[in-house]
């Protein structure tokens, strides 16, 4: 069965680091997105992303988050100048359409480790 | 007010038991509604989709009153494999498919 696979699982950084996250999404998927959740809290919306460029954004996704999909494969979430309180499980997902009735597919994450 | 609410539990109940799980929401523009599952430290897993009739699928039954803006997800003989987070989740209407997820319900199924 097709799935969304991560990459690292686990990612520990110092504050102020660059980290890119990575993802593959399924292959004939083509709206992808990044969820996060902070350990104990609800999973939270960062990004839908749609042919090269973001449909949607949160308010968490600020200056410091981008997004890329740079090949036919991956899809990534850099975030530049890493922080304490960036410290959560990243959550990659994937659908077919962009309709409620698709579903999305979430890889198994990336636990971020921000010291 | 939060957007999705949930009973965080943990409800304890023995094999066999019938539980249900409540779940409101504040925004009347919701579209869809679902029932995820998270496993501890795993990723959520769409468990169902809510309609408007109510919908069933094996051991579990949804419910959905829009004019409330309630949710009602309905397990019965509850098996140890069902212990887990249940997550209820909306989208809103023009939100591009954006997944709005409440905190969650434990739920732990003892022999």
């Known amino acids: 069965e097709p799935e969304v696979t991560q990459t690292p699982s686990h990612q520990v950084t110092q504050m102020g680091q660059e980290v890119i996250l990575r993802c593959v999404p399924i292959s004939n998927h083509l709206y992808f997105y990044w969820y996060r959740q902070i350990l104990g809290q609800k999973v939270e919306f960062l990004v839908s992303f749609y042919n090269n460029e973001i449909s949607e954004k949160s308010e968490i996704f600020d200056d410091q988050f981008s997004v890329e999909r740079p090949d036919g494969s991956n899809f990534t979430l850099k975030i530049r100048s890493t922080k304490l309180e960036d410290s959560a499980m990243y959550f990659c997902?994937?659908?077919?359409?962009?309709?409620?009735?698709?579903?999305?597919?979430f890889g198994p994450g990336t636990r971020l480790t921000v010291l | 007010r939060k957007e999705v609410e949930q009973d965080p539990g943990p409800f304890n109940v023995p094999e066999g038991a019938t539980v249900a799980f409540n779940c409101t929401y504040s925004n009347s523009a919701s579209q869809s509604f679902f029932w995820y599952r998270q496993d501890c430290r795993k990723e959520p897993k769409l468990l169902m989709s809510v309609y408007s009739s109510g919908n069933e699928d094996g051991r579990f039954t949804a419910q959905l009153n829009r004019a409330s803006q309630y949710i009602s997800l309905l397990i019965r003989d509850s098996k140890l494999s069902d212990s887990a987070t249940y997550l209820c989740?909306?989208?809103?209407?023009?939100?591009?498919?954006?997944?709005?997820f409440g905190a969650g319900t434990r739920l732990a199924v003892h022999p």
């Open positions: 989740v909306v989208t809103i209407s023009g939100g591009y498919n954006k997944l709005i």
């Open positions: 997902a994937s659908s077919e359409g962009q309709r409620s009735y698709n579903e999305q597919f």
